[in-house]
């Protein structure tokens, strides 16, 4: 089985998206999930986000801004959808062939944050932690307006084709998911624990400075999941660093500064740490495809390994 997704654009493909908001491009950013480019109009930056309709639908591309405008209803601090001239938030753009689905975002203000910056301290943890806790109380108070709608956890992509992504002789892996789907199959899905979630959230996808705190972009995964689940992305990041301890109490302060978490339910974390660590090996899987190249073999051995870590620590 072959499924895989285009993630890059071509810079004549991107260009042309540009236009539809009267911009010119100014450079390509990455291709991770969709094709992210920077592009300028009158002076002014913007995110252009191209995405494969075989990865997203249109549907879902466009529920994923409507989700946007009720954070910022909420007053959640995020990236903010762009119309085009036309008025449209997601507008499909074919070229030579190639088609993909645009939108276009304001550029989070601030800077993305690693350990070696300086604001790499005690109050970027506590507002990471805010920051979320913002989103997920703003996600209980979501409903839908328009048409389409995200998925539920189970029906990502990645985990769909799970059965026919991993390789049939690695049995690890199989067993793992089989075990980790078992036990979230039965997890309890109240209000409180289960809503729209972002999907992603951690430093490649907010940016922040002291003086103007988190503004969250990349929605692009936001589902219907567990609120752990976001928790435990978060945590993935630090979870393996010397003072990764002091660190996630800080995040989890922040957070419990506007949503509680039960303890009971946060001792469930580690099967959200062992889905997370699942999702990252899937999705390179799909993106690597049939025929991975030296460097993404390694990658992807890599990865099973810690798959493998990760259910011996259950």
């Known amino acids: 089985m072959a499924i895989t997704w285009k993630n890059n654009a071509s810079l004549e493909l991107a260009t042309l998206a540009a236009t539809a908001w009267g911009a010119d491009i100014d450079h390509h950013i990455s291709d991770s999930g969709n094709s992210v480019w920077q592009i300028c109009r009158e002076g002014e930056q913007f995110i252009l986000r191209l995405t494969d309709p075989s990865y997203r639908t249109l549907s879902q591309s466009t529920?994923?801004?409507?989700?946007?405008?009720?954070?910022?209803?909420?007053?959640?601090?995020?990236?903010?959808?762009?119309p085009t001239e036309g008025g449209e938030f997601v507008v499909t753009v074919e070229l030579d062939g190639e088609k993909m689905f645009a939108s276009a975002f304001t550029y989070a203000p601030g800077e993305r944050v690693s350990e070696s910056s300086p604001y790499w301290n005690d109050n970027l943890f506590l507002e990471w932690g805010r920051a979320l806790g913002k989103i997920h109380v703003a996600s209980g108070r979501y409903e839908r307006t328009g048409e389409g709608d995200r998925w539920q956890w189970q029906d990502e992509i990645f985990l769909a084709y799970a059965m026919d992504l991993i390789p049939t002789d690695d049995t690890i892996a199989h067993h793992e998911l089989e075990t980790v789907l078992t036990f979230l199959e039965q997890f309890p899905r109240s209000d409180e624990m289960f809503g729209m979630t972002h999907g992603d959230f951690a430093p490649q996808n907010f940016h922040y400075h002291p003086s103007i705190g988190i503004t969250t972009f990349d929605f692009g995964n936001c589902c219907y999941h567990w609120y752990l689940s976001d928790i435990a992305i978060s945590l993935t990041r630090i979870r393996h660093l010397p003072n990764s301890k002091n660190l996630q109490d800080l995040l989890l302060q922040g957070y419990r500064e506007h949503r509680e978490i039960n303890p009971d339910t946060l001792r469930n974390i580690n099967w959200f740490f062992r889905l997370r660590t699942l999702y990252v090996y899937l999705s390179r899987l799909m993106k690597y495809g049939s025929h991975p190249t030296t460097e993404e073999q390694s990658i992807l051995a890599s990865l099973r390994d810690k798959v493998g870590q990760s259910a011996s620590t259950a």
């Open 63 to 82: 529920a994923e801004l409507d989700y946007l405008e009720h954070l910022i209803r909420e007053e959640v601090q995020v990236a903010q959808p762009i």
